[in-house]
């Protein structure tokens, strides 16, 4: 106890310490630093993609004419020049990103959401032992079906639950979902349908769900979708920023002379 007590008179605090950004951050700061002119070059950046995207039309069309309809439909909402694919993986492989395969199968085909999850470039491994037996396929449709019938049988209304359903209903006016189905046998419920939205026929009766649920935040209600009760799995962590991590962003550059002002932002709808 008093070595903590004698170190902590000691300790600085992070804001007076030596900023030690992480090593992303910091090769940016640093090219930042050699290159001069940054508006400048990523103006000419972006002009030189977006002829690159009119070079490319041909390869995008014919790309876009083999993929599943499934998938086509997700890219059709964003609109025309929303995600250009193949001009994107031209692009990340000239930046030698790791994995550029799995995401190109991904972006072809869309993305796998059972069994063995792709890891995230850069991501790091869950320290703890959660996942470290998954259970296979077979069992996790069971468990994801008994879970299920036992949620539906005392489940109450989400406050926020109309607020969550315009949101599908947007979303599906957009074209980025197909709704409502109907509901597997298994599931003994009997469903109620919303007007002006027949339901759609399954491809397959064995169907593994999660429950939406919501999260009041101080400007908004969240959707959030509760994977790791419905027995679905992963064995990675996305990167998480600090406070610190601005703190860093500023003090860095200020340490060299330079004037910093760090921004960051959320993506639509990147909490689900």
């Not at 030698?96 to 995401?103: I, K, V």
């Not at 999850?117 to 468990?143: C, Q």
């Not at 989400?158 to 298994?186: A, C, I, N, Y």
Request: with cysteine; glycine share 6%.
């Amino acid at each position: 106890m008093w070595d903590h007590w004698k170190k902590s008179a000691r300790a600085v605090h992070p804001v007076f310490g030596v900023p030690d950004p992480e090593p992303g951050i910091l090769q940016v700061a640093c090219k930042i630093q050699t290159v001069g002119d940054v508006a400048r070059l990523r103006q000419e950046v972006v002009t030189e993609v977006l002829g690159m995207v009119d070079d490319w039309a041909d390869q995008t069309a014919a790309w876009f004419s083999n993929i599943p309809p499934r998938v086509a439909q997700v890219y059709r909402a964003s609109g025309s020049r929303a995600l250009q694919v193949p001009l994107l993986l031209h692009l990340l492989k000239h930046c030698n990103l790791p994995g550029l395969d799995e995401l190109r199968e991904d972006l072809t085909y869309g993305c796998q959401v059972l069994g063995t999850m792709r890891r995230g470039p850069g991501w790091l491994p869950r320290l703890d032992d959660k996942y470290s037996n998954p259970m296979n396929l077979e069992d996790f449709a069971k468990a994801n079906t008994a879970h299920i019938s036992s949620r539906l049988g005392g489940i109450r209304p989400d406050p926020h639950w109309q607020q969550m359903l315009d949101e599908l209903l947007v979303e599906k006016h957009k074209g980025r979902l197909r709704d409502p189905f109907v509901t597997p046998s298994d599931w003994g419920l009997e469903q109620v349908t919303i007007p002006g939205h027949p339901l759609l026929q399954l491809d397959e009766d064995m169907v593994q769900a999660a429950f939406l649920f919501s999260v009041e935040q101080p400007d908004k209600a969240r959707r959030i979708e509760d994977w790791t009760a419905s027995y679905h799995a992963c064995f990675d962590v996305p990167t998480h920023h600090t406070v610190q991590t601005l703190v860093d962003c500023l003090v860095w550059p200020q340490s060299r002379g330079y004037d910093a002002i760090p921004w960051s932002h959320d993506m639509d709808s990147a909490y689900r």
